[in-house]
């Protein structure tokens, strides 16, 4: 059933959203300092192409991911966060989109504050 959802979610949207998070991972990745967010975007990427049977937890809370958090928030989060906020609205509009709209709503959560997760 997840992989059924999955083709679904990238017609829907899903290929919007991870095209906006590989193209900021790009931007990131100009700067050797900004590799290694650049290499979280990518990983988020892939889990807007795929949400459906994956579940993101927290790994760590260190000061580190705090500090990357809020550097990573000024500089391309509340973009992304907005847009995924803003598709599912758009996907709570039918009973159908509902289940998308809650990923959308998931990713929305984690386009603010990607350091310290994980994708299972």
Do not use: H, Y
């Not at 906006?20 to 650049?38: A, D, L």
């Not at 260190?62 to 907005?82: A, D, H």
């Not at 386009?111 to 994708?119: N, R």
């Amino acid at each position: 059933m997840s992989c059924l959802g999955n083709i679904i979610w990238i017609i829907f949207g899903g290929l919007i959203g991870a095209i906006g998070w590989c193209f900021i991972g790009i931007i990131w990745c100009i700067t050797i300092i900004g590799i290694p967010v650049g290499m979280q975007c990518f990983k988020m990427a892939r889990l807007q192409l795929a949400p459906f049977g994956k579940k993101v937890v927290t790994v760590s809370d260190s000061s580190g991911n705090l500090l990357m958090n809020i550097l990573w928030l000024i500089f391309g989060g509340l973009e992304l966060c907005i847009t995924n906020i803003v598709s599912g609205l758009i996907l709570c509009i039918t009973i159908v989109g509902i289940p998308f709209a809650a990923q959308s709503f998931k990713m929305a959560k984690l386009a603010l504050m990607p350091f310290g997760k994980e994708v299972i």
